[in-house]
Nanobody
C-alpha cells in the first residue's frame, strides 16, 4: 500500500512558476513509476507527465512539454512537478499517481495509487 500526499498548489499569475510535491509513504517508493495528472472543472482527467522508477526517463503531454519538468528524489520518497510559464488553461486539480510499472504511462488505469490532489489556479 502506498499513500500519496500532494502539496504546493496555489494561485499564481500567468507566466509564473509553481512546484508541486508528492510525498509517498512506505519503503518501496523506488519500485514505482510516478505520474502527474490534472482535472479541470467540467473536463476529464488528463495526463501531464510521468517519470520512471529510476528517474531516468520522463514523458510529457504536448500541452506542457517545454514548460513543466518532473523529477524525483527516491531517498526522500518524493516526486516533483516544476511548472513554469503557467497559463490560465493550466488551472486544475493536480494529482500524483504511482504505478508498479518500470516506466510511466499515459493512461490513468496503469496507476495503482492516487493522491488526493492539489489545486492550481492561474487567473486569466
Amino acid at each position: 500500500q502506498v499513500q500519496l500526499v500532494e502539496s504546493g498548489g496555489g494561485l499564481v499569475q500567468a507566466g509564473g512558476s509553481l512546484r508541486l510535491s508528492c510525498a509517498a509513504s512506505g519503503r518501496t517508493f523506488s519500485s514505482y513509476a510516478m505520474g502527474w495528472f490534472r482535472q479541470a472543472p467540467g473536463k476529464e482527467r488528463e495526463f501531464v507527465g510521468s517519470i520512471s522508477r529510476s528517474g531516468g526517463t520522463t514523458d510529457y503531454a504536448g500541452s506542457v512539454k517545454g514548460r513543466f519538468g518532473i523529477s524525483r528524489d527516491n531517498a526522500k520518497n518524493t516526486v516533483y512537478l516544476q511548472m513554469n510559464s503557467l497559463k490560465p488553461e493550466d488551472t486544475a486539480v493536480y494529482y500524483c499517481a504511482a504505478s508498479k510499472r518500470i516506466l510511466g504511462a499515459v493512461l490513468g488505469g496503469a496507476y495503482d495509487y492516487w493522491g488526493q490532489g492539489t489545486q492550481v489556479t492561474v487567473p486569466s
